[in-house]
């Protein structure tokens, strides 16, 4: 009787296993948890921030911008200070309309690719996103729509397969 009660356990734990990739892959999974969204954008054009990039000596804000924009930064949720840095350091600040968070969610949430892609280029990022919850910091987004490329930082699910599924494009019509 333990034999067959140990084993309809074993059956029912792989059963449920094998289904939660299945719906992980198809369900609605949202990389954050947020009900506020702000969006910064570089303060300079990419020439600027290539001639920056290629001087020998840089100021402390051009090392502060080149770390938010070239570096890890931030590293974690715990890692907010960049935030007041990026108004310190002029980017121009946007908070989204909050008619937009159902597409977003949307957009940031976990899927299987339909069009893989390959980052084109290796440039800076130029457009960060900052996700809030009751005004705690919950993560961030830094993109570079042109290279299709993107940096995640708090995100509750891998986001390997992020943009293979023309999030790139939508994102940036919903941000414009």
């Known amino acids: 009787m333990k034999r ?21 892959a198809t369900g609605n999974l949202p990389f954050y948890t947020f009900d506020q969204v702000i ?26 911008l080149l770390q938010i924009v070239t570096g890890n930064i931030p590293v974690s949720t715990q890692d907010s200070l960049f935030i007041s840095n990026m108004d310190i350091l002029g980017f121009k600040k946007e908070i989204i ?11 940031f949430s976990k899927r ?26 919950m993560g961030s987004v830094k993109l570079n729509f042109e290279c299709q490329r ?8 891998n986001d390997a397969d992020f943009g293979q599924s023309g999030e790139y494009e939508a994102l940036k019509k919903l941000l414009k």
């Open 39 to 64: 969006h910064y954008t570089v303060p300079v054009s990419k020439s600027e921030l290539d001639s920056i990039i290629g001087k020998s000596e840089k100021s402390r804000k051009e090392l502060g």
């Open 112 to 137: 299987e690719p339909t069009q893989p892609i390959q980052p084109t280029c290796k440039s800076g990022y130029t457009d960060i996103l900052v996700f809030r919850n009751k005004g705690k910091f």
């Open 4 to 24: 067959i009660l140990f084993l309809v356990t074993i059956l029912s734990f792989a059963t449920a296993c094998q289904q939660n990739p299945k719906a992980a």
């Open 97 to 107: 309309d909050p008619k937009k968070y159902p597409a977003l969610e949307k957009l």
């Open 150 to 157: 993107h940096q995640m930082v708090g995100q509750r699910y």
